[in-house]
């Protein structure tokens, strides 16, 4: 804290005595200025206490005093000192009670003691306070840097708390409390994750004080890189003072460094990553299995799914990166440049990973080339992750929201698989990705699509285009009036070639349904009675309905 009024009436050699405002010897002293102008508020930015002889002001005159008075108290001087001796052998009664109107500190500063000796204590006391605070702050790194060494995160989260006698919390890049303490303060830090997302938007470093009912918050990115992956937050009653900015400080320079040497950490796994899945995909498990270690061994131990991941939208152009690199949003590497779209995966790498640390699960994530490949515990947490993903994206696309980069994507996902057969799931992805495309959808399971219909495959355009051009002879005929050869030969394909029962949907006699065959025939130039004839002819006449084509 500064000098006060009250250790300056304290200071012995001073020799100060109070006239007015005793109550108020507790306001802070931030300098001591000397004026005898009339109106030196001008010159003043609050907090002093002005010394004066009043040469110039009549301070006998209550009509020249209390205007006076006034404009300093509302100047928010600290207090008046009056200099006994020089102007007036005394304090006059005007100035003393204009003071008490106006709650003015009134201090009588005696002949014997100059002003030159009151600026200096004045002075002395404010650099003392610097030091002091200096010191704390120096003291205040120590122990934090002690913890965070020592205990980590959560050690380094506990001091500064108990310093800032509030508390605090750090999240990681999704807006999750990481870290809180005391523990009550876990369930007050989770109500600031939407302020968290917003601050993640912004370029690093970046700040923001939040007004909360409780307390005052403030919001710290952390990291270097142009997006932080990370953010501290501190609640406290009131502003921070000097040495509790220090601690602030602090604590964001040591999170700071933890931030990147977990980015270090993360880039060097992805290479791994990147390797251990070179080796699987190359049918080379057990090489695969001695490179992931303990790493990645346990996802190798364990049934696994393969999930490749693509960008729909031609605008949201990742970055460029090479096959299998492990660089990019997967590494945490920040490469974003002027020329390039937002990199459409940054959400997703947050959130798998977010979700495997939580559930203490591992993952891989590697990029390839313009697709993201992941391989998760199957049932776990990063699994789940996806699926709710997925459906919130879905969701959003089915009531019109607006298209974002986050939700133009299309993931594959394999069946349960292992180090064995990761060629055969990674083909899986593959075809489940292009169903998803296909559908516009955001999540397809290769296990759906098998257990599904083919149907739904057949709205295609190149499907739709075979099947018109296959049955474009048929609907010419039958559009002259001459037939109705397409229904005829829709019936007879749907019972199997059994003329009786054909003839009987249809309402003709089995040998005019002969007849029609014959002409499907002629005009065709292809005999139904082979298998795979009939079969394009059944799959044409499909896809023509199921797309509302001309069938």
Same mark, same amino acid.
């Given at each position: 804290?500064?000098?006060?009024?009250?250790?300056?009436?304290?200071?012995?050699?001073?020799?100060?005595?109070?006239?007015?405002?005793?109550?108020?010897?507790?306001?802070?002293?931030?300098?001591?200025?000397?004026?005898?102008?009339?109106?030196?508020?001008?010159?003043?930015?609050?907090?002093?206490?002005?010394?004066?002889?009043?040469?110039?002001?009549?301070?006998?005159?209550?009509?020249?005093?209390?205007?006076?008075?006034?404009?300093?108290?509302?100047?928010?001087?600290?207090?008046?000192?009056?200099?006994?001796?020089?102007?007036?052998?005394?304090?006059?009664? &005007?100035? #003393? !009670? $204009? %003071? /008490?109107?106006?709650?003015?500190?009134?201090?009588?500063?005696?002949? *014997?003691? =100059?002003?030159? +000796?009151?600026?200096?204590?004045?002075?002395?006391?404010?650099?003392?306070?610097?030091?002091?605070?200096?010191?704390?702050?120096?003291?205040?790194?120590?122990?934090?840097?002690?913890?965070?060494?020592?205990?980590?995160?959560?050690?380094?989260?506990?001091?500064?708390?108990?310093?800032?006698?509030?508390?605090?919390?750090?999240?990681?890049?999704?807006?999750?409390?990481?870290?809180?303490?005391?523990?009550?303060?876990?369930?007050?830090?989770?109500?600031?994750?939407?302020?968290?997302?917003?601050?993640?938007?912004?370029?690093?470093?970046?700040? &923001?004080? #939040? !007004? $909360? %009912? /409780?307390?005052?918050?403030?919001?710290?990115?952390?990291?270097?890189? *142009?997006? =932080?992956?990370? +953010?501290?937050?501190?609640?406290?009653?009131?502003?921070?003072?000097?040495?509790?900015?220090?601690?602030?400080?602090?604590?964001?320079?040591?999170?700071?460094?933890?931030?990147?040497?977990?980015?270090?950490?993360?880039?060097?796994?992805?290479?791994?990553?990147?390797?251990?899945?070179?080796?699987?995909?190359?049918?080379?498990?057990?090489?695969?299995?001695?490179?992931?270690?303990?790493?990645?061994?346990?996802?190798?131990?364990?049934?696994?799914?393969?999930?490749?991941?693509?960008?729909?939208?031609?605008?949201?152009?990742?970055?460029?990166?090479?096959?299998?690199?492990?660089?990019?949003?997967?590494?945490?590497?920040?490469?974003?440049?002027?020329?390039?779209? =937002?990199?459409?995966?940054?959400?997703?790498?947050?959130?798998?990973?977010?979700?495997?640390?939580?559930?203490?699960?591992?993952?891989?994530?590697?990029?390839?080339?313009?697709?993201?490949?992941?391989?998760?515990?199957?049932?776990?947490?990063?699994?789940?992750?996806?699926?709710?993903?997925?459906?919130?994206?879905?969701?959003?696309?089915?009531?019109?929201?607006?298209?974002?980069?986050?939700?133009?994507?299309?993931?594959?996902?394999?069946?349960?698989?292992?180090?064995?057969?990761?060629?055969?799931?990674?083909?899986?992805?593959?075809?489940?990705?292009?169903?998803?495309?296909?559908?516009?959808?955001?999540?397809?399971?290769?296990?759906?699509?098998?257990?599904?219909?083919?149907? =739904?495959?057949?709205?295609?355009?190149?499907?739709?285009?075979?099947?018109?051009?296959?049955?474009?002879?048929?609907?010419?005929?039958?559009?002259?009036?001459?037939?109705?050869?397409?229904?005829?030969?829709?019936?007879?394909?749907?019972?199997?070639?059994?003329?009786?029962?054909?003839?009987?949907?249809?309402?003709?006699?089995?040998?005019?349904?002969?007849?029609?065959?014959?002409?499907?025939?002629?005009?065709?130039?292809?005999?139904?009675?082979?298998?795979?004839?009939?079969?394009?002819?059944?799959?044409?006449?499909?896809?023509?309905?199921?797309?509302?084509?001309?069938?």
């Amino acid at each position: 804290m500064p000098p006060t009024l009250a250790s300056l009436v304290h200071h012995s050699a001073l020799k100060l005595t109070v006239l007015a405002g005793a109550d108020r010897l507790d306001t802070p002293v931030r300098w001591a200025h000397v004026s005898e102008l009339i109106d030196p508020v001008p010159y003043m930015n609050g907090g002093e206490l002005l010394l004066t002889t009043s040469l110039t002001l009549d301070a006998e005159n209550p009509e020249e005093v209390l205007p006076y008075v006034r404009r300093l108290a509302r100047a928010g001087v600290a207090g008046l000192g009056f200099g006994r001796g020089v102007n007036y052998d005394g304090v006059p009664a &005007a100035l #003393v !009670a $204009a %003071a /008490e109107a106006e709650s003015l500190p009134l201090l009588e500063v005696p002949r *014997r003691t =100059p002003f030159l +000796a009151i600026t200096k204590a004045v002075s002395a006391a404010i650099a003392a306070e610097q030091y002091r605070a200096v010191t704390a702050g120096f003291a205040a790194q120590r122990e934090l840097t002690r913890q965070a060494l020592g205990e980590g995160p959560e050690g380094l989260i506990g001091a500064l708390a108990a310093q800032l006698n509030g508390w605090a919390a750090v999240y990681d890049a999704s807006g999750a409390v990481v870290a809180a303490a005391p523990e009550w303060a876990a369930r007050r830090a989770a109500r600031l994750t939407p302020d968290v997302r917003r601050l993640r938007d912004r370029p690093a470093p970046a700040s &923001a004080v #939040v !007004a $909360a %009912a /409780e307390d005052r918050v403030e919001l710290h990115s952390l990291g270097t890189a *142009r997006h =932080p992956r990370a +953010a501290l937050a501190v609640g406290t009653e009131s502003t921070l003072g000097t040495v509790e900015r220090y601690s602030v400080h602090a604590a964001i320079s040591l999170l700071t460094l933890t931030t990147e040497r977990s980015r270090a950490f993360r880039a060097a796994e992805q290479r791994i990553g990147a390797a251990v899945l070179g080796m699987l995909l190359a049918g080379e498990s057990g090489h695969a299995r001695a490179a992931a270690g303990d790493l990645y061994g346990a996802l190798l131990d364990a049934p696994f799914r393969l999930a490749i991941v693509a960008a729909t939208s031609p605008a949201s152009r990742p970055h460029a990166s090479s096959p299998a690199s492990g660089t990019g949003a997967a590494s945490g590497e920040d490469t974003v440049t002027p020329e390039l779209a =937002p990199d459409p995966f940054a959400a997703m790498v947050d959130l798998v990973e977010t979700a495997a640390a939580r559930a203490g699960e591992p993952v891989l994530v590697v990029r390839e080339g313009e697709r993201l490949v992941l391989l998760a515990v199957d049932q776990g947490a990063v699994a789940d992750a996806c699926a709710t993903y997925a459906g919130e994206s879905d969701r959003a696309r089915d009531a019109g929201a607006k298209s974002t980069p986050e939700s133009t994507l299309a993931i594959g996902l394999s069946a349960p698989s292992g180090p064995v057969a990761a060629v055969t799931a990674y083909k899986q992805a593959e075809q489940a990705l292009s169903v998803a495309r296909r559908r516009g959808r955001t999540l397809v399971e290769h296990e759906d699509v098998a257990a599904g219909s083919v149907l =739904p495959l057949l709205a295609d355009d190149a499907v739709r285009a075979f099947a018109d051009g296959l049955l474009r002879a048929l609907h010419d005929h039958d559009a002259t009036g001459r037939g109705d050869l397409v229904a005829s030969l829709r019936a007879w394909l749907a019972h199997h070639g059994q003329w009786d029962a054909a003839a009987a949907e249809l309402g003709v006699h089995r040998h005019t349904l002969r007849y029609r065959m014959r002409r499907v025939e002629e005009i065709l130039g292809r005999s139904l009675d082979d298998p795979d004839v009939r079969m394009e002819l059944w799959l044409a006449l499909k896809a023509t309905t199921a797309t509302g084509g001309v069938a």
